[in-house]
C-alpha cells in the first residue's frame, strides 16, 4: 500500500466517523450493538428498552435510513 493510498483510508475513515457522530446516540449505539458486538435483535432490544426484537430491527432499519441519508448529504 503506498503512502497515497494510506492516506485517502484515514481520510476516508475520519470522513465516516464524522458523519456516524451525527446520528442520535441511541442509533449510534444500536448500530454498534448489532454491527461491532454482534449482538442479537433480543438482546438489543432489552439493552435499549425497545420492547422486543421487532421493535428494535424497525429501529435498526431507520438508523441505518439515516445513516445513508447523512452520508449521500455529506458525500456530495
Known amino acids: 500500500m ?3 493510498n494510506i ?3 484515514k481520510e476516508e475513515f ?7 457522530k451525527k446520528l442520535g446516540t441511541l442509533c449510534q449505539g ?3 450493538a448489532y454491527y461491532l458486538d454482534q449482538k ?6 432489552v439493552l435499549f428498552n425497545l420492547g ?3 421493535a428494535a430491527k424497525v429501529r435498526k432499519f431507520r438508523c441505518m435510513k439515516e445513516l445513508s441519508k ?3 448529504y455529506e458525500t456530495n
Not at 14 to 20: H, L, P, T
Not at 40 to 45: D, F, P, V
Open 30 to 32: 444500536i448500530l454498534k
Open 7 to 9: 492516506l485517502i483510508e
Open 52 to 54: 422486543n426484537a421487532n
Open 40 to 45: 442479537s435483535m433480543e438482546e438489543i432490544a
Open 14 to 20: 475520519e470522513m465516516a466517523q464524522s458523519i456516524f
Open 70 to 72: 447523512l452520508m449521500r
Open 2 to 4: 503506498t503512502p497515497v
